[in-house]
């Protein structure tokens, strides 16, 4: 077996076996699964190289047999949570479309096209769940077009969009009167369209239907979650590079969105009224949280900040390991304290998981355990809410008695499926994201570096990492993409099979190996150079700080003369391969410039050690990337003006 395949199969082996067994299992259970685990996806990789594309002439009756399979559990998604799937946010955005008094804590547009335009028809939020359902079964309908028209046949194309629409987390999310829904449907959307345009070799976007499908999938990440302006712009950027004849398009249809939507529509709706940073803190309370729940030391300010946060009592009291939330809205002022204590809390965390590396590993896996752990629970929604004014969202009469009914008949199966080996088939939020590994190891394998091919992946990876840095792993809804995105993403991955082998030794070569004077290619060589040297740099100084008790100034400079040693001798070979006759003279200048490099980096040190009072060795990482951009552009204009 090759060392990539092996390799890679290990890791998802690992990632797998750590979401079945994380805080269950003792280390020999654990790798007696793992093993077990590796062996059966040997043999389902070896089976995976042996399929073939099996697209044909479509039919349109076919599409009757794709609707009522769709619209089946949409139906049973409406009894069961009728007049909709109510959540708190679904009231706080229905309270604005009746009063008519907009923020952007909620996305606006989100408001707007599935509350407000809904309710001109019909003042109820019956209106908001029939158009919800409306939109997921179109959305849904071309997918199975997608899959017909490209890869499976019809049998194939029904038992696949089977398994979607009858996972209970679908039925259950398709009704849920939320912005995470349309935002993971559009994510979808956004994905089906990357996958053509990647197909097409761009050629795709020449087709008048093509662009306005592509500018309304991206228009929904963009406009209905506030993250969603990451995947957005990443993608945007990424098909500018990618496509130079489409470049024209693109860059209108970007700087246009951003003009109207941030610009003019923007300030009339006054956008910027958010949760501002606190929101961004999810994560990093939630493990400072256990930090502190887990007898890890904090001084007075420190205990004071806390207590300006949310009451010091509650940071025991309500603590929760999966969600910072439960202590967060004991408190009124959290919002505002945080917004005005950023840099002081980052500074706290960072201080802490640097100093507690053990707890900050396990605090995150518990922080982010929804978007990798396999199991998934299935939360019950809270549908019977008071009304406002003439406009009742609860339920009345016989239709909560049938209602009720239906509701009870999901819960019951929803438990068989998530709490069985029978979830396996319709894949739970761990599922997922595993599968999603999946498809871009099964790209990595047949495409290698043909960076376009990585293209679909982009939003929802971007997604998920945003997730995982900024929210509290127990929202659930957040990662409702990956279940929607896994699909496509698994299918693309099974069935492009383009193989790339013979340029692997030849891109390679040019990247890291063919003498070059290519600025960016060394740059990107540096990096790797600079990396392996900020370790050696990094490390001795640790070790001669920590082990060898010597005073942290004069641990700086030891530690920097090796780490520039290294630099010097990985340059020689990989960067800067000119070749100069007088190495000594070429060798003085080269540590002249790492001198220079060296007071820098002592300065720095100084300063946000002595002065700014910051952890030492978050000073050394701040100082070493500084001293890294100097040390290159230093040297590469040296040897630019030898040669």
Same mark, same amino acid.
């Given at each position: 077996?090759?060392?990539?395949?092996?390799?890679?199969?290990?890791?998802?082996?690992?990632?797998f076996?750590?979401?079945?067994?994380?805080?269950?299992?003792?280390?020999?259970?654990?790798?007696? =699964?793992?093993? %077990?685990?590796?062996?059966? /996806?040997?043999?389902?990789?070896?089976?995976?190289?042996?399929?073939k594309?099996?697209?044909?002439?479509?039919? @349109?009756?076919?599409?009757?047999?794709?609707?009522?399979?769709?619209?089946?559990?949409?139906?049973?998604?409406?009894?069961?949570? !009728?007049?909709?799937?109510?959540?708190?946010d679904?009231?706080?955005?229905?309270?604005?479309?009746?009063?008519?008094?907009?923020?952007n804590?909620?996305?606006?547009?989100?408001?707007?096209?599935?509350?407000k335009?809904?309710?001109?028809?019909?003042?109820?939020?019956?209106?908001?769940?029939?158009?919800?359902?409306?939109?997921?079964?179109?959305?849904?309908?071309?997918?199975?077009?997608?899959l017909?028209?490209?890869?499976?046949?019809?049998?194939k194309?029904?038992?696949?969009?089977?398994?979607?629409?009858?996972?209970?987390?679908?039925?259950?999310?398709?009704?849920?009167?939320?912005?995470?829904?349309?935002?993971?449907?559009?994510?979808?959307?956004?994905?089906?369209?990357?996958?053509?345009?990647?197909?097409?070799?761009?050629?795709?976007?020449?087709?008048?239907?093509? @662009?306005?499908?592509?500018?309304?999938?991206?228009?929904?990440?963009?406009?209905?979650?506030?993250?969603?302006?990451?995947?957005?712009?990443?993608?945007?950027?990424?098909?500018?590079?990618?496509?130079?004849?489409?470049?024209?398009?693109?860059?209108?249809?970007?700087?246009?969105?951003?003009?109207?939507?941030?610009g003019?529509?923007?300030?009339?709706?006054?956008?910027?009224?958010?949760?501002? &940073?606190?929101?961004?803190?999810?994560?990093?309370?939630?493990?400072?949280?256990?930090?502190?729940?887990?007898?890890?030391? /904090?001084?007075?300010?420190?205990?004071?900040?806390?207590?300006?946060?949310?009451?010091?009592?509650?940071?025991?009291?309500? *603590?929760?390991?999966?969600?910072?939330?439960s202590?967060?809205?004991?408190?009124?002022? /959290?919002?505002?304290?945080?917004?005005?204590?950023?840099?002081?809390?980052?500074?706290?965390?960072?201080?802490?998981?640097?100093?507690?590396?053990?707890?900050? %590993?396990?605090?995150?896996?518990?922080?982010?355990?929804?978007?990798?752990?396999?199991?998934?629970?299935?939360?019950?929604?809270?549908?019977?809410?008071?009304?406002?004014?003439?406009?009742?969202?609860?339920?009345?009469?016989?239709m909560?008695?049938?209602?009720?009914?239906?509701?009870? @008949?999901?819960?019951?199966?929803?438990?068989?499926?998530? *709490?069985?080996?029978?979830?396996?088939?319709?894949?739970?939020?761990?599922?997922?994201?595993?599968?999603?590994?999946?498809?871009? !190891?099964?790209?990595?394998? @047949?495409?290698?570096l043909?960076?376009?091919?990585?293209?679909?992946?982009?939003?929802?990876?971007?997604?998920?990492?945003?997730?995982?840095?900024?929210?509290?792993?127990?929202? !659930?809804?957040?990662?409702?993409?990956? =279940?929607?995105?896994?699909?496509?993403?698994?299918? *693309?991955?099974? *069935?492009?099979?383009?193989?790339?082998?013979?340029?692997?030794?030849?891109?390679?070569?040019?990247?890291?190996?063919?003498?070059t004077?290519?600025?960016?290619?060394?740059?990107?060589r540096?990096?790797?150079?600079?990396?392996?040297?900020? $370790?050696?740099?990094?490390?001795?100084?640790?070790?001669?700080?920590?082990?060898?008790?010597?005073?942290?100034?004069?641990?700086?400079?030891?530690?920097?003369?090796?780490?520039?040693?290294?630099?010097?001798?990985?340059?020689? &070979?990989?960067?800067?391969?000119?070749?100069?006759?007088?190495?000594?003279?070429?060798?003085?200048?080269?540590?002249?410039?790492? $001198?220079?490099?060296?007071?820098?980096?002592?300065?720095?040190?100084?300063?946000?050690?002595?002065?700014?009072?910051?952890?030492?060795?978050?000073?050394?990482?701040?100082?070493?990337?500084?001293?890294?951009?100097?040390?290159?552009?230093a040297?590469?204009?040296?040897? &630019?003006?030898?040669?």
């Amino acid at each position: 077996m090759k060392k990539l395949e092996f390799i890679m199969i290990t890791i998802l082996s690992l990632i797998f076996t750590i979401g079945i067994t994380f805080g269950r299992m003792e280390l020999v259970s654990f790798l007696i =699964i793992f093993s %077990l685990i590796e062996i059966i /996806f040997n043999l389902i990789f070896k089976k995976i190289n042996t399929l073939k594309s099996q697209e044909g002439k479509i039919k @349109k009756k076919e599409f009757l047999i794709y609707s009522i399979i769709i619209l089946i559990p949409l139906i049973i998604a409406f009894l069961a949570y !009728y007049p909709g799937g109510v959540i708190y946010d679904t009231i706080t955005e229905w309270m604005e479309v009746q009063t008519n008094n907009y923020n952007n804590w909620h996305p606006i547009f989100h408001i707007l096209i599935f509350f407000k335009l809904p309710s001109l028809i019909y003042n109820n939020i019956i209106a908001s769940s029939i158009f919800q359902l409306l939109v997921t079964y179109l959305v849904i309908l071309y997918f199975s077009y997608f899959l017909r028209k490209n890869y499976l046949n019809f049998k194939k194309t029904s038992f696949i969009l089977s398994l979607l629409v009858l996972n209970p987390i679908f039925i259950k999310y398709s009704v849920t009167l939320q912005k995470d829904t349309p935002y993971s449907l559009f994510m979808m959307l956004l994905t089906l369209v990357l996958i053509n345009i990647v197909k097409s070799n761009g050629k795709s976007l020449e087709k008048s239907k093509e @662009k306005i499908l592509f500018l309304i999938s991206i228009l929904g990440v963009f406009l209905f979650r506030h993250n969603g302006l990451v995947p957005f712009i990443f993608t945007f950027i990424l098909l500018i590079i990618f496509y130079p004849k489409l470049r024209k398009f693109l860059t209108i249809s970007l700087v246009s969105i951003l003009v109207v939507f941030y610009g003019l529509v923007g300030s009339f709706f006054n956008l910027n009224t958010t949760g501002g &940073k606190s929101e961004m803190l999810g994560v990093v309370l939630g493990q400072v949280s256990y930090y502190y729940n887990n007898d890890v030391k /904090f001084n007075d300010d420190e205990i004071k900040l806390l207590d300006e946060l949310v009451p010091i009592a509650n940071w025991k009291d309500k *603590y929760d390991p999966r969600n910072f939330n439960s202590i967060k809205w004991t408190s009124g002022s /959290f919002n505002r304290v945080a917004n005005d204590n950023f840099f002081k809390i980052i500074g706290m965390w960072i201080n802490k998981s640097v100093q507690n590396p053990k707890e900050f %590993l396990i605090s995150y896996l518990h922080m982010t355990s929804p978007i990798w752990e396999i199991k998934a629970k299935l939360s019950d929604v809270d549908y019977d809410m008071e009304s406002s004014g003439e406009t009742s969202i609860s339920k009345k009469g016989d239709m909560k008695k049938i209602s009720d009914n239906v509701y009870q @008949k999901l819960v019951n199966y929803n438990n068989i499926v998530t *709490y069985s080996p029978i979830r396996l088939l319709f894949i739970n939020f761990g599922d997922a994201f595993f599968l999603i590994i999946v498809s871009i !190891y099964l790209i990595i394998k @047949k495409s290698r570096l043909n960076l376009k091919r990585y293209l679909p992946f982009i939003p929802t990876v971007l997604n998920t990492l945003v997730i995982m840095v900024l929210i509290t792993g127990e929202e !659930y809804r957040f990662v409702y993409s990956n =279940i929607l995105c896994c699909y496509p993403l698994l299918i *693309y991955g099974l *069935y492009e099979n383009n193989d790339f082998k013979s340029k692997v030794k030849e891109i390679f070569k040019k990247m890291f190996i063919n003498k070059t004077d290519n600025s960016l290619i060394q740059f990107l060589r540096y990096f790797f150079v600079g990396g392996a040297a900020a $370790v050696v740099n990094i490390g001795m100084l640790y070790i001669f700080t920590e082990v060898f008790h010597i005073y942290y100034v004069i641990s700086n400079i030891l530690s920097f003369t090796l780490g520039l040693i290294v630099n010097y001798l990985l340059s020689k &070979k990989l960067v800067f391969q000119d070749n100069v006759v007088d190495k000594r003279k070429e060798f003085i200048i080269y540590a002249l410039i790492g $001198v220079l490099g060296l007071g820098l980096d002592t300065l720095l040190v100084l300063i946000l050690s002595d002065k700014l009072k910051i952890y030492y060795m978050l000073s050394k990482i701040i100082s070493t990337i500084i001293v890294f951009v100097w040390n290159f552009l230093a040297r590469k204009i040296f040897y &630019k003006i030898i040669k």
